[in-house]
């Protein structure tokens, strides 16, 4: 079954990360500790949740539980990037980009949660 290296969701989910990491060198230095390492943490916490939820894939609801967290840091991701639009940091066009790919992220993860047993999940304990 390979490993979660070769997931869609995390190949989509690492480039988002890479793609948001290169963004964020523009941004102003005074934005460093608040929103430039916040979108970068959680952009990255999404590939790390999918990492360690399919390590965690003997149980399913130790699986869903780390799809779940995955999830909510691809959410906070995009609240981060509804805040780099309006502080005027990246364009309407790169926001729509950057969202939509995060959407896609979403829809995937919510795969994964709905459909456990598809990534091989053995036991729903």
């Given at each position: ?30 934005e460093k500790y608040s ?14 949740n999918i990492a360690e ?39 309407k066009e790169k926001y ?30």
């Open positions: 079954m390979g490993t979660f290296r070769d997931l869609i969701v995390y190949k989509k989910a690492f480039a988002l990360a890479i793609e948001i990491f290169e963004m964020v060198k523009a941004f102003p230095k005074e929103l430039t390492d916040q979108i970068v943490r959680s952009s990255r916490s999404v590939c790390a939820g399919y390590r965690k894939k003997r149980y399913a609801a130790h699986f869903v539980a780390k799809i779940t967290d995955s999830d909510m840091e691809n959410t906070e991701t995009q609240t981060r990037l509804d805040f780099s639009l309006a502080c005027g940091y990246i364009k729509n980009d950057l969202l939509n790919k995060s959407e896609e992220v979403g829809k995937l993860l919510q795969d994964m949660i709905m459909k456990p047993y598809k990534y091989g999940c053995l036991h729903r304990g």
